[in-house]
């Protein structure tokens, strides 16, 4: 079973500051790595995409990569209480036709 | 909102019911999915059609019989479900190209009781 792993929290933080959620996976096949958003009662949508190591920046979002540490991070600045939300860490799986989910992290930023 | 309509929202059913669950994509997308999202688990993938021809099944038990007419529509069919089948059933669809390298676009789920 092929697995990704997130801390559910909840992660606490004030507006304003940088949110930091990790996620780790199982599989050293994976070539493709994303964070959805969901919110409560909502169906997830998709904020960052990364294929490669390193850092990928879109507007306040920052996704990282290490598949050497088989790693994936998403950076969130000047966290807005609009970012409250849990947070799901997705990898392809080896067929390449399905993601695997984590359980996703909760997130409350506090005004 | 999102070009992937479900039908029903809700359901409530008994354990001896025949039931389905439409989904529906205005998209132009050729891969569908179903994914079931159960409380404290994660999404769990149950099945994958790409160009109506099913390329995942997840260990699905058989309860679940999944039917793609054409590229836009996608059903679950559902019988003798069990009680810890209740969970929001969660439908999307992709480009289908490039498999999960790309977006899924989700539907808002059906969340389903079993009694």
């Known amino acids: 079973q092929k697995e990704v792993e997130q801390n559910s929290g909840p992660l606490s933080v004030p507006e304003g500051a940088i949110a930091s959620l990790n996620c780790t996976y199982s599989?050293?096949?994976?070539?493709?790595f994303f964070w959805y958003r969901q919110y409560s009662g909502k169906s997830p949508e998709l904020i960052m995409s990364i294929y490669s190591n390193g850092d990928k920046e879109d507007g306040r979002f920052t996704a990282q990569l290490n598949k050497a540490s088989q790693y994936v991070s998403l950076l969130i600045r000047d966290s807005q209480p609009s970012d409250s939300a849990t947070y799901l860490c997705a990898v392809t799986s080896n067929s390449g036709y399905a993601l695997n989910f984590g359980k996703g992290t909760s997130l409350l930023v506090t005004p | 909102e999102t070009g992937v309509t479900q039908t029903p929202r809700h359901l409530v059913m008994g354990m001896t019911n025949k039931k389905s669950l439409k989904c529906e994509q205005h998209?132009?997308?050729?891969?569908m999915y179903w994914y079931k999202q159960s409380a404290k688990k994660p999404l769990e993938l149950m099945f994958v059609?790409?160009?109506?021809?099913?390329?995942e099944n997840n260990s699905v038990p058989s309860r679940f019989s999944p039917e793609c007419p054409n590229s836009s529509h996608l059903f679950l069919h559902l019988h003798t479900l069990q009680p810890e089948d209740s969970a929001l059933y969660l439908c999307?669809?992709?480009?289908?190209?490039?498999?999960?390298?790309?977006?899924?676009?989700f539907g808002s789920g059906t969340q389903l009781s079993v009694l």
């Open positions: 599989d050293r096949g994976s070539q493709s």
């Open positions: 999307a669809s992709s480009q289908g190209a490039q498999g999960a390298k790309e977006k899924l676009f």
């Open positions: 059609y790409n160009f109506k021809e099913q390329t």
């Open positions: 998209l132009g997308h050729n891969a």
